[in-house]
């Protein structure tokens, strides 16, 4: 069935060190790759997300890349700051079809050390 | 703040009770999803309307349900509520089907007793 793995489920860096979050997505008419950001209390935020037809897309100081053969894709957070503290979350979906739910990761709690 | 906004942002009820969440969309978003939060199952997509017709379900107990109105808000109703429901439960909204960009609301925290 469809599935993404999340991975680290948690990760600590120093402020101003880059973090990395991988996903590997098992539905391979998946076409959506979206990024979202949860704070404590709140809904989870888009951040970022890229469509199969681009293998890279960089929005300040946040990145993502996919590799479609190898089912891939990682968010990259570089300068990080104590306020990127949160849980990220990547999801999967099919672009154009009847239904473009989200089938989401597991999620990884960052945690920016000041 | 997504623009999608969610009543009550909590509900604190007992087993066997019946809830009802509502949603509003952002203005023009003519699809809503519900997705529910716990800790055991991660973020799980329930259903999907889109213009007030159902266009996918996805892990949705049989005693909840769902509608959307011809306002374009939506509600999910839970019954015979157990201690396993309590959870997250989130709408989320889109422009229209086909295009995935989701902005979610801020949650209703659904506490059953």
């Known amino acids: 069935g469809e599935n993404v793995e999340q991975h680290p489920s948690t990760l600590s860096v120093q402020e101003g060190d880059s973090a990395v979050i991988k996903c590997t997505y098992s539905d391979s008419a998946s076409n959506y790759f979206p990024w979202y950001k949860q704070e404590l209390g709140k809904g989870p935020q888009l951040i970022i997300d890229i469509r199969s037809n681009v293998g890279e897309k960089k929005d300040q100081r946040i990145a993502v890349t996919l590799n479609k053969t190898a089912k891939h894709f990682s968010l990259h957070i570089t300068e990080t700051q104590p306020e990127d503290s949160a849980v990220y979350f990547c999801a999967a979906s099919r672009s154009g079809g009847a239904t473009n739910k989200l089938i989401f990761g597991t999620g990884t709690l960052l945690a920016v050390q000041p | 703040d997504s623009g999608v906004t969610q009543t009550p942002k909590h509900l604190i009820t007992a087993t066997g009770q019946r809830v009802t969440l509502r949603c509003s969309p952002r203005?023009?978003?003519?699809?809503v999803y519900w997705y529910q939060q716990s800790l055991d199952q991660g973020l799980q997509f329930l259903i999907q309307?889109?213009?007030?017709?159902?266009?996918a379900k996805g892990n949705i107990l049989e005693r909840f349900s769902a509608q959307q109105f011809p306002d374009l808000h939506s509600e999910l109703n839970l019954s015979s509520l157990e201690l396993g429901d309590s959870a997250l439960y989130f709408c989320?909204?889109?422009?229209?089907?086909?295009?995935?960009?989701?902005?979610f609301g801020p949650g209703t925290r659904l506490t059953v007793l």
């Open positions: 203005s023009g978003d003519l699809s």
């Open positions: 989320a909204s889109s422009t229209r089907q086909g295009y995935n960009e989701q902005f």
């Open positions: 309307y889109y213009n007030g017709e159902e266009r």
